[in-house]
Structure formats: C-alpha cells, structure tokens
Nanobody, 119 residues
Framework: QVQLVESGGGLVQAGGSLRLSCVAS????????MGWYRQAPRKQRELVAT????????NYADSVKGRFTISRDNAKNTVYLQMNSPEPEETAVYYC????????????WGQGTQVTVSS
C-alpha cells in the first residue's frame, strides 16, 4: 500500500507559477514510477507528467512540454510539479499517482488538489 498526499494547489494567474507537492509513504520502494494527472470538469483524467523511480526518466504530455517540470526528492519521498505559465484551460484537480508494474499493474492515487488558473 502507498499513501499519497498532495499540496500546493490554489489560484494562479495565467502566466504565473505554481508548484505542487506529493508526499508518499508506505511501500514506496516497490513503485516503478510516479506522476501527475489532472481532471477538469466533465473531462477524463489525463496524464500530465511522469518520472521513473530509480533512473528519473521523465515523460510529459505534449501540451505541457517546456512549461511544466516534474522532479523528485527521494530523501523526502516527495514528487513535485512545477507549473510555469499555466493556462486557464488547465484548471483542474491535479492528482498524484504511484504505479507498480508487473504481472498486474497497481495504481495508487492521492486525494487531488485543485488548481484554478485565472485569465
């Protein structure tokens, strides 16, 4: 089991900056990757960025490349999402994810943090 707690959401102006944090606890050493997803009203949850647990390989949705940065601090069991120049259409609940791959994939989710981007 893995527990994830997000923080850092809030109101930000378009073109501003915001940093989200996700603190993980539990069986985190068995996780293969962590990431951020978001879900806007009446839309499906979508990938924002992921980072592998050991090597730190990152992957981004095309829409956020060059603006958002995912990083991790293993000593603090924390994953961050630095959001630069967010856009109003990126208003959503942002969720932290931890994934364990194998014969069966396990996904763990945080409770989400609301990000509202004003124009």
């Amino acid at each position: 089991q893995v527990q994830l707690v997000e923080s850092g959401g809030g109101l930000v102006q378009a073109g501003g900056s915001l940093r989200l944090s996700c603190v993980a606890s539990g069986d985190i050493f068995s996780m293969n990757a962590m990431g951020w997803y978001r879900q806007a009203p009446r839309k499906q949850r979508e990938l924002v960025a992921t980072i592998t647990a050991r090597v730190g390989i990152t992957n981004y949705a095309d829409s956020v490349k060059g603006r958002f940065t995912i990083s991790r601090d293993n000593a603090k069991n924390t994953v961050y999402l630095q959001m630069n120049s967010p856009e109003p259409e990126e208003t959503a609940v942002y969720y932290c994810n931890a994934r364990k791959n194998g014969l069966k994939r396990y996904d763990y989710w945080g409770q989400g943090t609301q990000v509202t981007v004003s124009s």
